[in-house]
């Protein structure tokens, strides 16, 4: 959305959350660990982030099968849950992180609509087992706080950090 070019890399990170670790905490750790692993030139900018849904302070990943992504959105259905990212940038030996968290209420959902959902397969790789940018975004009645942290990346934060690294992107 910026017309910044970039190259994707998929870091070796293990994104299992730890036995009692809090979302806010978990997000931020997982996009530490994922900015660090990547090898770059001393003046690249490294951008990494991961995004988790919470709601009743559990952390909803990535469903594991169809039942636990119609059980995700049965918790979620009718109620407002929170979506954290936490974005990490590095430009050499300097870095800058931060979480963001959005506010997400869901409309209330029948369960012939997340029988339909789930069989679009979209749920099934997205924390929490929905897209707000795909199908999903039609259970969505509102959000308070940054859309593109629900999307994934939270473009405001990406923006301000790295210009705190002396990188304008805009």
Request: hydrophobic share 50%; glycine share 10%; proline share 6%.
């Amino acid at each position: 959305q910026l017309g910044v070019q970039f190259a994707i890399v998929v870091p070796d990170v293990d994104e299992s959350p730890h036995p009692g670790e809090r979302a806010v905490d978990y997000v931020g750790r997982i996009a530490a660990a994922k900015v660090q692993a990547v090898a770059a030139p001393p003046d690249a900018l490294v951008i990494a982030a991961d995004t988790t849904v919470e709601i009743d302070g559990d952390i909803l990943v990535k469903p594991a099968d169809n039942a636990d992504a119609a059980g995700m959105l049965r918790r979620l259905s009718a109620r407002t849950h929170q979506v954290h990212t936490g974005v990490a940038l590095r430009r050499g030996a300097d870095h800058a992180d931060e979480v963001v968290t959005s506010l997400v209420t869901f409309s209330p959902l029948t369960p012939a609509m997340i029988e339909w959902y789930v069989a679009t397969g979209e749920p099934l790789d997205k924390a929490g087992a929905y897209a707000l940018q795909g199908a999903g975004g039609a259970f969505v009645d509102r959000v308070r706080g940054s859309v593109s942290n629900i999307v994934g990346l939270p473009l405001a934060t990406v923006v301000r950090l790295a210009h705190g690294l002396g990188v304008d992107l805009l």
